[in-house]
């Protein structure tokens, strides 16, 4: 299993390319399936962040982390089937 300090890398590396895709590989598995939701207030300009890879469902969550420019982020205020669409069950990192 990779380390907190590792996912956290990988996030940093992921969230500067937003909104393209950076392609980094999962610190823990290694498959090219990394994805990142932000949901928050809308126009707020942070929300929280579900950091996951879809191969091997191990991710974290960050709070209060600022969104960034031309990154989609969805309303904390949409009811909960919508505001987590697409984010499976995966298994938190700590």
């Not at 299993?1 to 992921?14: C, H, Q």
């Not at 191969?55 to 205020?77: K, Q, Y």
Request: proline content about 10%; some cysteine; glycine content about 10%.
């Amino acid at each position: 299993m990779a380390t907190l300090d590792e996912w956290l890398d990988a996030y940093e590396v992921v969230y500067r390319a937003l909104p393209a895709t950076a392609h980094l590989p999962c610190p823990n598995c290694g498959h090219h399936a990394l994805r990142m939701v932000f949901i928050g207030p809308p126009g707020a300009g942070y929300g929280y962040a579900s950091f996951w890879c879809d191969t091997c469902l191990e991710g974290i969550h960050v709070s209060r982390a600022p969104v960034p420019a031309g990154a989609a982020a969805r309303s904390i205020d949409a009811p909960d089937e919508e505001r987590g669409r697409g984010i499976p069950n995966y298994r938190l990192v700590t």
